[in-house]
């Protein structure tokens, strides 16, 4: 008997929506010219170089979301980055747009992100703005891969493809053209490539029900409250109760926020080809001139995902329970930061070119930015004398 053909219920959109991996196409150049491989297309390149960079491998060292009463089975970056991958692959594929270009995106979406999570980035930021400056973690990003990471004799940086660098720019906000002149390059006036857009949603799917996950699991989150108070959980969560009334509640928490990333997931993947539909897009020219980002949810959805976004806000992000961990976190990159910036010769060697070039606050500020949570914590032992003096 032949077996059904299972099909996808999503219809590739038009085949010229997706970037593609041709060496003539714009989004495939690099900065400094290379030969082609023999056989990787140059986003499998981009793909490699990201993986192999130090950055990347340092994504294992920096929190998530939790530093709160240590666990081993919390996300760090490293595994955010692969969980946010996966998805945005299948939602790619879906889809039918360039799963390199995606991937590549995906991997490096974090890369510029500081020790200690947000509570890190914002004592960074305030750090730096008593010294005219500011913390941008895609601005910083675009260094990582142009100039920090030193792999090759003929340029500094990873050289990688315009299209990656692109998105890198573009992940979760857009600059104005006449405030970045430096920017010129990446279409700051155009929407980004479709790749690039779903990137966006891809990281907020994947992290909202981390949390969730990651917040039950440290004991914050209640189940009963978040029962009561999101929607989405508990569409899921009150069926499973039903069916399977000896299953331990964790097993039912795993079940029901497996169908809250599968529901945003297909909802993403439905409502980005309505989109593209309704608007008569069919090829990447005019993804860029839509005037707006296309991949989206729902709106019935959206409105779902502030909620769940909010209570963990409320719940986890800002709670009493992580305010301390949170609080240290300031303290200490305050401290190290003030420190170094008082006296650069405490800086290593290799950023000797960069305080002459950038000044102190920048270069502190980078270095500091690059940091895994337990080399932080070991650089302001080792000078907590001189930084808390
Ligand atoms: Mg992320």
Redesign the pocket.
């Known amino acids: 008997m032949n077996q059904p053909t299972v099909t996808s219920r999503f219809a590739p959109l038009p085949a010229a929506c997706a970037v593609s991996s041709d060496p003539g196409e714009p989004l495939t150049k690099r900065q400094h010219s290379e030969p082609p491989h023999a056989y990787r297309a140059p986003f499998q390149r981009d793909r490699a170089r990201i993986i192999h960079a130090r950055a990347f491998r340092r994504l294992a060292g920096k929190t998530?979301v939790f530093t709160h009463g240590y666990s081993d089975h919390y996300r760090s970056?490293l595994t955010?980055?692969i969980e946010?991958t996966q998805l945005a692959r299948t939602i790619a594929a879906a889809l039918g747009l360039n799963g390199d270009l995606t991937e590549s995106l995906a991997l490096v979406?974090?890369i510029g992100?500081p020790p200690f999570g947000h509570a890190g980035e914002r004592a960074l930021d305030e750090a730096m703005q008593a010294h005219g400056l500011r913390f941008d973690h895609n601005l910083h990003a675009l260094r990582i891969v142009t100039a920090f990471e030193q792999r090759y004799a003929a340029f500094p940086g990873l050289n990688l493809t315009l299209g990656v660098r692109e998105g890198i720019v573009k992940h979760s906000r857009d600059y104005d053209p006449v405030e970045h002149p430096e920017l010129a390059e990446y279409f700051l006036d155009r929407q980004p490539p479709l790749e690039a857009q779903l990137i966006d949603l891809a990281?907020e799917i994947?992290?909202l029900t981390a949390d969730f996950d990651d917040g039950f699991s440290s004991g914050i989150l209640n189940l009963a409250h978040v029962r009561d108070h999101v929607a989405l959980f508990e569409r899921y969560y009150a069926p499973m109760a039903a069916q399977y009334q000896a299953a331990a509640p964790e097993r039912l928490i795993d079940e029901s926020l497996k169908r809250m990333l599968n529901a945003f997931t297909g909802d993403l993947i439905t409502r980005s080809e309505e989109a593209l539909a309704e608007a008569g897009i069919a090829n990447l020219a005019q993804v860029r001139d839509a005037g707006r980002r296309l991949v989206a949810l729902s709106s019935e959805m959206e409105t779902l995902r502030r909620e769940a976004k909010q209570y963990l806000s409320t719940h986890l992000y800002e709670s009493d329970a992580v305010t301390p961990e949170h609080e240290r976190a300031r303290r200490i990159i305050t401290s190290l930061y003030e420190c170094l910036v008082r006296d650069p010769s405490l800086l290593p060697a290799n950023c000797a070119t960069a305080l002459t070039v950038e000044g102190a606050p920048r270069t502190v500020a980078d270095y500091i930015a690059g940091m895994t949570d337990p080399f932080l914590l070991a650089q302001y032992e080792r000078y907590r004398a001189l930084c808390d003096s």
């Open positions: 998530q970056r955010h980055t946010v979406h974090d992100h990281d994947a992290y």
